[in-house]
Every structure is written in structure tokens, then in C-alpha cells.
């Protein structure tokens, strides 16, 4: 894979934007998001990462365990408003966008197709054109951006939302509110890769949590507990109308 420009200097962002590595809500997998609330909450579309995501790294069927979660988010964002995202199928090093193709019949949802890998905000401005050209049109604020890098998936989420607001008091008007897309880390690895990349994202991210005494009023929103995690609503349901 071609060297990440934007990512490997993304980082350097932390000098004047620290919180723009804090993810909104942090899970194992996707099994984990809560996706009947989210569509209740009033977001409308999500953008996917795909390797260690939805897929095994370098390939296109999504892992087996996550059918039932993946099916359940298709059918609450609806067609077209679920968009993979990523720096291998769909980017610019994706010769005749044969793997686009690929993970686009696999995961059932379209590929973006980009020039520039993420965090870049020429990849955000494509993501905005794709969201803005639907029937529908879905704003910033309307998104969930989910992946398991934070100096690319997390940032790019974060590079996407207005900066907050601060009141008399000095409270960040950000608690509670929306001003951008939601950004899920997702931490579970279906196949072990950069693991050293990973555990300084997963520092950087401690630290700046700490230093900020930052906590989300997204995460018991959206997130079940992992138990409940193991069987999602809609495998309940489906276990349900099978019975009959």
C-alpha cells in the first residue's frame, strides 16, 4: 500500500487540536453500535472503513460474524446511504477499481472512489459529494463514521465537525450536542496488523482523554455492553419471525 501522507502528518494536528483523535463512542465491533437508536437520534447515513472493519485485511467478504449487525445497519440507514471508505478499494492505487467492485458485490453498499487517502479533507470533500448528491441529501451532522484507525478514520470524523462553541461558563456546547458526523472507534482486530501503530493510537488517545478529563454523552447512548453485543436486535427479530 502507497505511502499515507495525510496520516503519518496527522498527528501534528494534535499540537493545536488535541480532541481530534477522540473517537465519540468506542466498541469491539460493530455488533456492539445500537444502529435502531442512532436512526432514532436522527442520523441517517454511515461511512465504513472496510479492512479490520467489516473484513479480513486485504480481503473483500465481510467477516461472518458481523452478517447479522451489517445486515441490521443496511436496513436502518436504507439503500445508498451506507458508503465504504477506504485506503485500499476505491483509492486512487486501485487500478481500474477492480476492487472497488469487488467489496462493493460482497458488502452490498458502494465504494467510495477517491484521489487522496484518508484523513485528507480532499477525501472528506468526496465523501460531502457523494452524501449531497442523494435524493436525500444527508448533512455532516447526520453521519456516523465508523473504523479502527484513529489517525485516519477518527480524525477524518473529526476534521469533518464544526469546532464547538463555549458558553459563559466555559463548557464545551459539544456535550450532548451535535456539530458534526459521530465518530466510532471500533478496537476488535480480525487479524493481527500493525499492532505497534495500533497501541500508540490507542496511547495517544488515554493521554489526550486524561489531559482533557474528556467523556462522551454519546458512548452509553449508542453502544450496548458487549454481552448484549453477541446477538443484535435485529438477529432477535429474525430469530422471532423465524419461529413462527
Known amino acids: 500500500m502507497p505511502l499515507n501522507i495525510p496520516g503519518l502528518v496527522a498527528p501534528f494536528q494534535l499540537l493545536w487540536n488535541p480532541r481530534v ?3 465519540h463512542v468506542i466498541v469491539a465491533d460493530i455488533r456492539q453500535l445500537d444502529f435502531l437508536a442512532l436512526r432514532k437520534a436522527g442520523y441517517r447515513g454511515a461511512v465504513f472503513d472496510k479492512d479490520n472493519c467489516l473484513t479480513i485485511p486485504y480481503k473483500d467478504p465481510l467477516v461472518p460474524q458481523l452478517e447479522d449487525a451489517w445486515k441490521e445497519c443496511k436496513e436502518v440507514f436504507g439503500d445508498g446511504n451506507v458508503l465504504i471508505v477506504s485506503n485500499s478499494a476505491g483509492a486512487k492505487h486501485d487500478a481500474g477499481q477492480v476492487q472497488a467492485e469487488s467489496v462493493s458485490h460482497y458488502l452490498s453498499v458502494p465504494v467510495l472512489r477517491h484521489n487522496a487517502p484518508k484523513p485528507a479533507y480532499s477525501c472528506i470533500k468526496s465523501i460531502r459529494g457523494y452524501f449531497s448528491t442523494l435524493r436525500d441529501p444527508i448533512k ?3 453521519l456516523v ?5 484513529i489517525f485516519t478514520d477518527i480524525v477524518m ?5 464544526v469546532r464547538p462553541v463555549r458558553s459563559a461558563e ?3 456546547a459539544e456535550k450532548g450536542s451535535r456539530c458534526g458526523p459521530l465518530a ?3 478496537t476488535g482486530v480480525w487479524q493481527r496488523e500493525s499492532m505497534m501503530v495500533r497501541w500508540l493510537e490507542k496511547s495517544v488517545v488515554d493521554v489526550v482523554t486524561r489531559w482533557t478529563s474528556y467523556r462522551s454523552a454519546f458512548q452509553d447512548v449508542f453502544a ?3 454481552a448484549a453485543a453477541e446477538e443484535s436486535v435485529f438477529s432477535r427479530v429474525l430469530r422471532v419471525v423465524r419461529r413462527k
Open 224 to 226: 450496548r455492553p458487549v
Open 140 to 142: 455532516d451532522e447526520e
Open 184 to 186: 466510532v472507534w471500533t
Open 145 to 149: 463514521i465508523v473504523g479502527d484507525r
Open 170 to 172: 466555559g463548557a464545551d
Open 21 to 23: 483523535v477522540l473517537p
Open 157 to 161: 470524523a473529526n476534521r469533518m465537525r
